[in-house]
Every structure is written in C-alpha cells, then in structure tokens.
C-alpha cells in the first residue's frame, strides 16, 4: 500500500477522466454562469479551472428575454435569460481565441429549438480546436421552444443526445433537468442515445411575484431557481441517478463550497460544476477546488475512492 | 492572467447621514474609480441575502488627497431600503467587507461636448454617482428632485463640488414644488448635455425632453444585478445603436440587449428604448 | 361602489369559503408543523387561526423513522418523520376535545399504505363533531409504502381520492406533490376523483450528506425539504395548477410573512397554509393573517379581489 | 389560552470568557427555569440560519438575587461551532434576541434519591445544566472531563455551587489524564445517583457503567431540533418504559420515540435504546 501512495503524493490528486477527456480537477463553471470565461479573467485564475463550460449556444444569435431577467429568493435567484448568445459561429470565431489561450478544458453547451438545430451546433463544434467536450442543455425552462419539453420527455431526450451523438465526435455529456417526476427514466433514456456523462441538475422552475404591483418579478414570469436553496434537492438528484448510471455523472446546484462540492461526489458526482457561486465570489471554484484537495489530504483519500463513498 | 484582485475593504465609518440614509467610508486598495463606476459588495457572510449588491460610488478617498485618513478607500452613500442594506447598515469601523469593483463604464465629458452647459440631472440617491462627477467637472448646473425637504441635504454635494444647485421638492417643501425633471425644461437648450441618474420614470422624461430640444443625453440606469461584470447577462436592457430621435410614441425595433453591469451603467439616453423598460 | 364597501367594513373581510366551509381567515397550519394544535397553545393564540391542520393520521398508531428526522439546510431543512401520529382512534379520543374548545377549523390530514386504509380513516373521522373537512396526503415523501407513490401518478391519486369520497361526506382537499413533470396532470386526476379542493405543495425530496462522516445526516436518507428555500417552486406549481383547477386551491411552501403568503393569493389560491415558519415563530400564522388585513386595507381591495389578482 | 408569550429578550453582556466560550447575559421578562431547562433562540432575523438554536441555560439572573442587575433574566454559555454560534457571538449589549422557553424538563432531585450520593457528570459544554443543577443542590460531586487545560475554566461553577470538582482531561494537561467516565468508575456505587450531559458516547457509556452497579442515572440528550416544543417531532430519540438492567450487548424492541424536547432533554438512562442513538 505504501509505494502507490507514494506514486499518487507526485501526481495530480485532482485529476479526473469523464468521457475519456482528462481535467485537471474536478471543478468546472456551470453554464450560463460564467459567460464565456473572458469576463472572470480579471477576477480569478482561469488556469486552475477543471473546465469552462460556456453560456448554452444556439445556431443564430439569440436576443434573449426581455427584463427583468433576475431576481434574488431566499438562498437562491431566479433567472430568465433566454438563452442570449453569440451564436456558434461567432462563438468559435471570437470566443475561442481567448479560450485557447487558456490552460483548462472547455465544453460548450449547446442548445436548440428542433433537433436538427441541436445536431448542426454540435457538428459546426466538433471542427473547433480547443472545445473538448459538448454539453447538450436539454432543460433550459427559459425558452418558449425547445428546452424543458426535451428535458421532460424520456423519448425526445432520446433523440436529440442520438441526433447530437451523430452529428459530432466530441464527447458528450447530457445535462438533465430536476423538474421531472422520476430522473432515472431520463438517465437511461440519455444512456441508451449514447450519452458520454450526464450532468446534473439545472434550474428548477420556480417564480415570485412582487405584491405591491401584482406582477412577477421577472417579465418572463417564471424563471429557473439555482442556488443554495436547491442544493438538497440537487443532491438527491444525483444520488438517485448514480444509483443506475452507468456513464459518469457531473453533478451541481447550489455549490457554494467545497463541503458542498464533497456532498455531490461523496453522493457519486465524479466532478461537480459551479454556478450561482461565482456571481457571489468569482474566485468560488478555484477556491472549492483547492478545498477538495485538502480533505482529501485530510481523510487521505484518493478522489477515486471519494466518489460514490456515501454509506447509507 | 490575474488572480483575484483585492476585495477585502475595512469600515472606516458607516455614518448615518440623514434618517435612513448611510455614508460608508471603506479602506480599499483596489479604490481606483471612475464617476458613475460602481461597487458590488457582500453585505453578509450568509446566503440570504445571497447576492452582492450594487453600490455607486461617491467619492474616492486618496491619502493624502483632501479627505485624508491615511488610508486610499471609496465613500458610498446609501438608503436603507431592505434586508441587504439594512445588515449593512449595522457594520461599525474596523468590520470588513467583500467589494468587487470598480465595474462599469461611467460619466465622461466628451471632447465634443467640452463647449455644451453641463446639466446634473439626478433624483434621491440618484445624486450619487453625480457628485462624484460634479468632483471631476468642478462646475455645472446640478438640477435635483426629492420627496421633501428632508432629503435635500443629500444635494449638499454639488455646492462643495463647484456647481450651481436647484432643487425641486414633490411636496413643495423646499425649492420649488414640482419634478427634478420641470427646472430641467427650465434649463436644457439644444446646447446642453445632460447627465442624469434617478428613477426610471425621470430618466425616461429627460430622454424624451432631450430628445425634443436636441441636446444630448446620458443616464445611468438601474437593473437587479447578479454577477456585475457581464457574465449572468441578467441586467438586460433593450437597447442599440440608431441616431435618430427618440420618439416615445414609436416602438423602436432590431435593437440588442445591452447589459447595465459592463456595458453601463451609463448609456446614451436616445440608446434606450424606454417602451421596453 | 360606496355602499358595498361600508358593508364589508362591519363584516370580516378575511372569510373565506372553500368546499362548502367558512374559514375565519385564509391562514392555516400546514399539517405535520402544528403538531395537534395544544403544542402551540401557550404561544399563539389558535382562536385567530384559519384552521388547524394537524398532523396527518393513520389507521394504527405510526412509530415513525429513527432519528436523526431534521436537518437545516440553507434557507430550508429536510425532515423524514415518517408520520409518527397517534392513530386515528386515539386522535378522535385524546385530540379532539382540545380542538373542540378552540375557536377555529380542525381539518383532518390523513394517509395511509393502502387505498382501504385511507378509506377507512376518512370513514371514522366522518362521524367526528369538530372535524370540518379531510386533507388527503398523498404525497409524503417519508414513508415506504404509499406516499409519493399515490402522489406521482394520476391513476393512483384518482383511486385514492374517489376511495376517500366514497368513504366519507367530509369536504375533502387533496394535497399534492411537487415532486412531479406536470402538476396540471395531477390536478385533472383528483378534480375528476371529485376532490373539493387541492392544497399544494408537500415537501420536494431532498438529500444532505455529513462530509466528514461520509453519510447522510437522515437517517432514513432522504427527507422532504420545506421552507423559504422552496417558495419559489411552490408559487410556480400553485400558478400553474390555477390555469387549470375547478376547485379551490390552498397555496404553500415557504411562507414565513404576509408579503410570502400575498404571492400564493395572487397566484390564485383561495387561503394558504403556514408551515415551517411556526418553528421558527409560533405565532407566524396569526401575525400573517393581520398582515394580509393589512394588505387588504391598504390597497383597498377584497380579499376575493385579490386572489388571482396577477397580471402576467 | 394565552396568547404570544413575551421572547424578546435583549443582551446586557456576551463575554468571550474562554476562547471561543461566550457568556451571554439576557435580560428576559420570562426568566422562569428550572435546571436542565433549555431556550430556543433565534440567531438571525434572517432566513439562514433558518431555525432557532437550543441552548441550556447556565443560570437565572434575578432582580435582588446574588447575581444584581437590576433586571430578571437568564445566563446562557455557548461555544461557537457553526454559523448560529457565529452570528450570536457577535451580539452586543443592548441588541434584542427572540428567545423561546424554557422549556422541557430538566434536572430534579426525586424524594427517593435523595439520601444517595449525588454525581454530576459532565463533558465540554455538558457542564452548562448541570452547574445550574448544582446551585440548586448545594452539594455533590462533579466529575467535568475535557480535552485539555484549556477548558478546565468551563467547570468553575461547581466549585462555586458548593460541589467538589474532579476534572479529567484526555491529554492530561490539567486534572487526572482520562476521560469523565473513567472519573465515575473511582466514584460510582450502588448507592448513587447520577446526573449526566456531554457527548452522547459519554452519556451511552455512564448509562451502563451505572446499570452494572445498580446505581441511578439521569442524562440530558441532544438532538437538532426544529420546534423545540413537542410539534415536529423531529428529536426523536429511541426510548421506551422499561424496568429491566440495561444491556449494551442486546437490542431493546418495541420502544416507542420520546422527543427530546418535550418528553426530555433529561431522561432516565436505562430508558433509552443506545444503540438506536
Ligand atoms: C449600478 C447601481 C448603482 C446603485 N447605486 C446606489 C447607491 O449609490 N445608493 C443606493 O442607496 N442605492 C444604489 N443602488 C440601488 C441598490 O443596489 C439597491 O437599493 C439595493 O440593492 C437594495 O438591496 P436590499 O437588499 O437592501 O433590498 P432588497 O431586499 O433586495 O429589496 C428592497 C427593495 O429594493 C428594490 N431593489 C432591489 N434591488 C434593486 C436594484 N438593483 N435597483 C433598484 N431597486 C432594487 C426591490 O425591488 C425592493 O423593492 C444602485 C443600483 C445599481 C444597479
Ligand atoms: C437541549 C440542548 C441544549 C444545548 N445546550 C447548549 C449549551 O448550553 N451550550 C452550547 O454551546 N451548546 C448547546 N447545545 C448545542 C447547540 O444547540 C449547538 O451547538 C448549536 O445549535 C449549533 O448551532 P450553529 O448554527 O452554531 O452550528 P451549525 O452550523 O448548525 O452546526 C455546526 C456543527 O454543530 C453540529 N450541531 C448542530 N446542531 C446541533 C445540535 N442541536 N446538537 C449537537 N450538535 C449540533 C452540527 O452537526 C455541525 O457539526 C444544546 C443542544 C441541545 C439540543
Ligand atoms: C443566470 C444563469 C444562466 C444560466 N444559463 C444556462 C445555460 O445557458 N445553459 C445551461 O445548460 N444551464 C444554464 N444555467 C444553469 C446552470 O448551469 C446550473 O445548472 C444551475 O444554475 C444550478 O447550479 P447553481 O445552483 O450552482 O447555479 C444558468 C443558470 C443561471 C443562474
Ligand atoms: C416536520 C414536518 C412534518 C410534516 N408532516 C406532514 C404530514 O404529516 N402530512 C402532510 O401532508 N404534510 C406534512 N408536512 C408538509 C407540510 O405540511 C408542508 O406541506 C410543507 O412543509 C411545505 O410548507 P412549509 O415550507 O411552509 O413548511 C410536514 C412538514 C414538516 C416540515
Ligand atoms: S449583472 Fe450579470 S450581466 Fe450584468
Ligand atoms: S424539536 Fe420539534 S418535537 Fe422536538
């Protein structure tokens, strides 16, 4: 036992393979959290990111909603963005640069109102140097097309990861949505399209109103609830899906530090994605990062031997 | 590529000025700033609330400048007005509190308007980034409107900073009973450049009276913010560039969302399409 | 215009009628918050309450789960009680004449593991002076059999709530389960099981694991999350099941003031119920229901006036 | 039926006496306890914490009594382990606290004890009941175990309280080098009494050091607790009437649930299944 204990203090602990992509650490930037990594520049270490993984990107430019787009709950936010973005080609034409430039992974998270646009956003992406992985954002409650009734139906989840699966050589992780009455149906639904990893959970939908006006918040009525106060329920999500995944699971919502982070993979996340955090402190995830590998210092243990370690 | 600048700041006095109403002077080294920059601090350790919040500045503190202390920080000025602001104006000298900022682009004097009569256009804490532009300029005419007399000292600042004061009361109560925005008609001539902040309602009229007379326009405006730097894209405002007049009875289209946080606060008032708002 | 208002003034302008029964005001005990009601006598005063809606009852005595049963979480926390209650026989015998002394509704919350044993409960609590109507659980995420079973799918919440109108003539509110795709579903099946009304949401499932003990901190695992950190989901469930409902609905999750509870009436509901937040202030429902008087009275409207009142 | 009970209660000193130990005086129209009596306390008017914090009470302070401020209230003792802890601890004089209580049922001297020999065995911030236990009693003996030197101040009221005090420390730093319970073993006969609080693998040990000698033995329990009145039921401790010697190697069935709260926090030791704990 002693020798490889030697062996591994040399290496990375942190270091993680999903989808036969190697990150440097199991932390990555949620999607639509981060912008496109430029915006934190000033305001972390982008290098000692696991990953980025970019705001959801569609084929056209997108507008987005109309605002108010945001509003704080209790322990939480609610948001209606609409998906804004530069679009792919923009994307990989002004975005990519700068991201190249840095040394973590990138993953872009992809998003579309039919399959196909879902499929020729992966294609256009499985050309781009530097892009290691595609995120398919089947759950984003904030469109009017698209998004939640993908995320919510097993057998159009299925069809785009295989549509997705088909236009691209990337590997592929599906990102799930909570708001649905059983994950695990989703979790094999995605599985048998070909799934790479499945990550989880994005926003729960929720809404507030403002009474003295009699309107909600937000102009788009209902928006996606992230942040600590769906961090329980974000846990069980995971715990329930790693009880019959088979590919390799990303799990977030609410993680604001590293104790958080250690619940997901304790629960069997084998990496784990930021966001609401990094509006709070956009030092959050190299922060959680170092957190993890001081207990597993600590507890000395390997991140291997961490992930699914829960005993219930 | 950096790492995190600083965002650790010490209470140096947290005075309420007025019922209400909190001066903050922070200890800061990151306190380079611009008029109409703004701060986004945490105002607890906890998560509710959980979002930083956003503070204008009013004025930056240099050792060795006119306000010394010893010390290089930013003064702001703020009105209890829920919970976030209300856990801040309990900290006392000597507390620290997380500050990320200077964000945004603020108010500048362009060259081409270096000529024009300056017009500080603000209501309630509105007057905020405005002082602290009034510092720079030196003069002008600073025009401001609040509920009643008992705000009006929050306008003491434009005096000290080399400007000409009016000031306009809802109530009547002191200056002249109306809207900020009436000595603004009084004022504006097609030679003017405006700088307003305040509440949405009277940027919109300045716009619009802007617009009428042909002089030139820039407010600084107000949106629920998350990240402050551009990220979240959640301080969406319809705007874009057209060079025509505002005419508020048009519906004007194509045009993007601008961000309040990194595109702002400060915007060109005929950029806004103020029916979207 | 003039007349009328002079009229409500003498009147109690918090009544409210929901299936058939006067309610003092729209402010009630969530059930499983409030114990049966004596617990809180000495902090509140139980005449100022809407009605009590006790802690949901079973055919037999329940032990309940071992502990721990509760654990904060950020703006929330997870509880796994397991329906710990006294039967259904020894709550008429040893409960009731308490709540008959109180001058409020008593409203029957029950359960049970099999669709006959919710229909006998109902059956024995149809003849009980006091009761004014029974609130069916279908959705108790606690328990091994039942629960959320019932809760998740329309076919069973149907059979159970037609079960329990078959056995009894009590108005009958079927509480529903946030932890599902399509809440509007789940509406459509209890109205045509001919529910009198629907209260919503029970707790979603949530999860918190102790990183250092690498075990959940509940002993049964997962437990149902409920207070503030919820609210957001919950006025967004209560909105959604308004667009399609028949009957009244009872807005909760989360209220912890006046302005909380306002959201639910706007949203749609006819009354809401308190729950979490009497932990944390006994005397929460009463202080909320003087704050919607107040809200009433400041904007000059009734209370009918007010419910459903947004504009989206 | 009584309405709202008064829980306001306002600070008049919060102490650091040890680090990381506060004595938080309250003044508190309710300052009616018993010892081994608890209050809920809410640390924030926040959110987040949600709930509200139980803390034994260390002693009642009354108008004329020994301990003279003019005002009736409570004595509390905490140490600062999580966020509540946090937030209390930076309480000041004059600052108000919503506080529930007391409540449960605390310590109390049977008539049929009281010719034993009285031990009061505690651990950490166990102590803080049972020095109340001790004012009350005048007499006894109190075996206080802690991690080291550090803590041994914690123990100090019994002492004061008429007591004689033997400390245990596990790195031997003050007092006999052990733990409390081993202190028991030296003192316990059949003829004792004993009262314990502490960390629940000391109070699972006392339950059955005391069962092999026949003696009596109370323990005060913890739970997190949500309502700290009975209502949730969420303190659940396995427990159950029996009148059998307790056995660690056997399991106990069909116990029913005692709330920790309502039906304790005090509870006979022999009534309670320790391996469900
Ligand atoms: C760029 C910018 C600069 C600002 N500068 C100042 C300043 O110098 N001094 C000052 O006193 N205030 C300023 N504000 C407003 C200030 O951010 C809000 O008053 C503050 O965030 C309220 O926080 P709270 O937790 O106390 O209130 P909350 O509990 O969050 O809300 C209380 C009330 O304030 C409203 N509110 C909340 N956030 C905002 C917001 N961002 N803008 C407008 N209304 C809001 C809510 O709708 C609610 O009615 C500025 C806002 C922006 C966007
Ligand atoms: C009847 C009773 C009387 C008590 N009397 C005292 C007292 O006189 N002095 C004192 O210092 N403490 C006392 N405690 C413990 C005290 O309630 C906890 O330390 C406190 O609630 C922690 O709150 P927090 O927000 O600071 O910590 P949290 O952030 O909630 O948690 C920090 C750590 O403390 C643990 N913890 C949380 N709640 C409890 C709890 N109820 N019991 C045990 N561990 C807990 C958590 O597991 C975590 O590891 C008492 C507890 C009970 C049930
Ligand atoms: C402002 C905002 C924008 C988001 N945009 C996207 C997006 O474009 N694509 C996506 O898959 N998820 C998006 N999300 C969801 C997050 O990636 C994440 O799943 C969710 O916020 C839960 O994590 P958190 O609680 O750590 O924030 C967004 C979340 C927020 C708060
Ligand atoms: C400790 C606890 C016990 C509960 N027991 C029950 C129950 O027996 N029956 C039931 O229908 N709901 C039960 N609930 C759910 C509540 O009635 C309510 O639906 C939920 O807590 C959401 O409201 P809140 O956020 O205001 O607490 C319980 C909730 C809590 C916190
Ligand atoms: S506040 Fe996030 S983009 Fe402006
Ligand atoms: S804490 Fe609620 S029953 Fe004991």
């Not at chain 1, 998004?147 to 592929?172: C, E, N, S």
């Not at chain 1, 048998?192 to 729960?204: M, Q, W």
């Amino acid at each position: 036992m002693k020798k490889p204990a030697r062996v591994k203090l040399k290496s990375n602990p942190l270091e993680v393979v999903i989808a036969g992509v190697k990150f440097k650490n199991p932390v990555m930037t949620a999607s639509g959290t981060f912008g496109y990594g430029s915006e934190f520049a000033a305001y972390t270490d982008l290098n000692k990111l696991g990953a980025i993984v970019v705001k959801g990107l569609s084929l056209k430019p997108r507008a987005g909603n109309p605002g108010p787009r945001t509003v704080e709950t209790p322990c939480g936010m609610l948001n209606a963005i609409g998906l804004q973005n530069v679009g792919v080609d923009a994307f990989i034409k002004d975005k990519m640069p700068f991201l190249r430039g840095v040394d973590t992974r990138v993953i872009a998270n992809i998003f579309g109102e039919t399959i196909d646009e879902y499929a020729e956003v992966a294609h256009r992406l499985d050309n781009c140097p530097g892009v290691s992985a595609l995120e398919i954002n089947i759950s984003c409650p904030n469109v009017k097309k698209g998004g939640i009734v993908f995320g919510t139906d097993p057998l159009q989840a299925y069809a785009v990861v295989k549509a997705v699966k088909d236009a691209a050589r990337l590997p592929v992780i599906t990102k799930l949505s909570p708001n649905v009455t059983d994950i695990k149906v989703m979790v094999k639904a995605v599985e048998d399209a070909g799934t790479d990893a499945i990550s989880l959970i994005n926003t729960l939908t929720g809404m507030a109103i403002d009474v003295e006006k009699r309107r909600p918040y937000l102009k788009n009525v209902t928006g996606g609830l992230s942040g600590p106060a769906i961090r329980p329920v974000a846990v069980r999500l995971c715990w329930e899906a790693k009880k019959v995944a088979r590919v390799p699971l990303v799990g977030m919502g609410g993680i604001m530090t590293a104790s958080d982070a250690l619940e997901f993979l304790i629960a069997g996340a084998d990496a784990v994605q930021v966001g609401t955090a990094s509006f709070v402190d956009p030092d959050a995830a190299v922060k959680i990062a170092s957190g993890i590998a001081d207990y597993l210092k600590r507890h000395a243990m390997t991140l291997g031997e961490l992930v699914g370690s829960i005993r219930v | 590529m950096k790492k995190s600048p600083d965002t650790k700041a010490v209470v140096l006095y947290n005075k309420e000025i007025l019922p209400g109403y909190f001066l903050l002077g922070l200890k800061w080294k990151a306190a380079k700033a611009a008029p109409g920059q703004f701060v986004m601090l945490r105002t607890s350790g906890g998560f509710d609330p959980l979002l930083r919040r956003p503070l204008g500045i009013y004025s930056v503190i240099n050792a060795g400048g006119k306000k010394t202390f010893g010390d290089d920080g930013i003064e702001l000025l703020y009105k209890v007005v829920g919970k976030g602001t209300k856990i801040l104006s309990q900290k006392v000298k000597g507390d620290g509190i997380d500050v990320l900022g200077p964000l945004g682009n603020g108010f500048t004097l362009k060259a081409e308007h270096e000529n024009k009569k300056v017009i500080l256009l603000s209501g309630g804490m509105g007057m905020v980034p405005l002082v602290f532009f009034a510092k720079a300029l030196g003069s002008g005419t600073a025009l401001f409107g609040c509920r009643s007399k008992a705000e009006v000292q929050l306008a003491s600042g434009f005096k000290k900073n080399g400007c000409k004061l009016r000031v306009a009361t809802e109530d009547g109560s002191a200056g002249e009973k109306g809207l900020a925005t009436d000595l603004l008609k009084d004022e504006i001539t097609n030679d003017s450049v405006v700088y307003a902040c305040g509440p949405v309602a009277m940027l919109k009229a300045t716009a619009a009276i802007a617009a009428t007379v042909g002089a030139v326009c820039f407010v600084s405006l107000e949106r629920a913010m998350a990240c402050g730097i551009g990220a979240c894209l959640g301080c969406a405002v319809k705007s874009g560039k057209h060079s025509g007049v505002y005419d508020p009875s048009g519906v004007i289209e194509n045009r993007e969302y601008k961000m309040v946080c990194s595109d702002g606060p400060v915007f060109d008032g005929a950029d806004i399409d103020w029916e979207a708002f």
